[in-house]
Structure formats: C-alpha cells, structure tokens
Nanobody, 119 residues
C-alpha cells in the first residue's frame, strides 16, 4: 500500500512563492507518474501538472505554465511542486496523486494541503 503525504502549504501574499512536497511511504516513485491537483471552494478538482518520475518529463495545465514547476527530489519517494508568482486564484487545497505510468487513473492520493494566496 502506498501512502502519500503533502506538506508545505500555507498563507502567502500574491506574487509570492511556496514549495509543496509529496512524500511516498511504502515504495518509491520509480515507474510512477505523480500528479498534482487542486480544488478550490465550490469548484471541481482540477489537474495542475504531473511528472513521470523515471525520466522526469512533465506536463502542466495552461494556467500554471511558466509559474509552477514539478521536480523530483533526491530521494526516490519525493516530488516537489514549486509555485512562483502566486495569484489569489491559486488558492485551493492541493493534492498529490500517483499511478503506475501505464494506468489511466490515479490509484493513490494524499490528504491535501491548503494554499491560500492573499491579494
């Protein structure tokens, strides 16, 4: 069983930065795709971006391109989401999720971490 734990959320002013971490217990992220999602109050959960841990290729939703960066940690069970130039509309609960690269759905989800951007 894989457990994911996010950390690093908090309150930041518009234009500021935060770095979220996603740590897996029970296995490494090798051959996994790790995604970041977010859900704002009253809105559906949306995809933010993802990384194939083996190889490091990334993909982002248009609204965060150029501002957010997903990267691998030095440890094989760690992924980061670096968020720069934050906007109030980035306020949401951020979740990391993981799946084997050949699967269509994410199998494992973290509990989420709150990010609040004040104007």
């Amino acid at each position: 069983q894989v457990q994911l734990v996010e950390s690093g959320g908090g309150l930041v002013q518009a234009g500021g930065s935060l770095r979220l971490s996603c740590a897996a217990s029970g296995r490494t992220f090798i051959n996994y795709r790790v995604g970041w999602f977010r859900q704002a109050p009253g809105k559906e959960r949306e995809f933010v971006g993802a990384i194939n841990w083996t190889g490091g290729s990334t993909v982002y939703t248009d609204s965060v391109k150029g501002r957010f960066t997903i990267s691998r940690g030095n440890a094989e069970n760690l992924v980061y989401l670096q968020m720069n130039s934050l906007k109030p509309e980035d306020t949401a609960v951020y979740y990391c999720a993981a799946k084997r690269v050949y699967r269509s759905d994410y199998d494992y989800w973290g509990q989420g971490t709150q990010v609040t951007v004040s104007s």
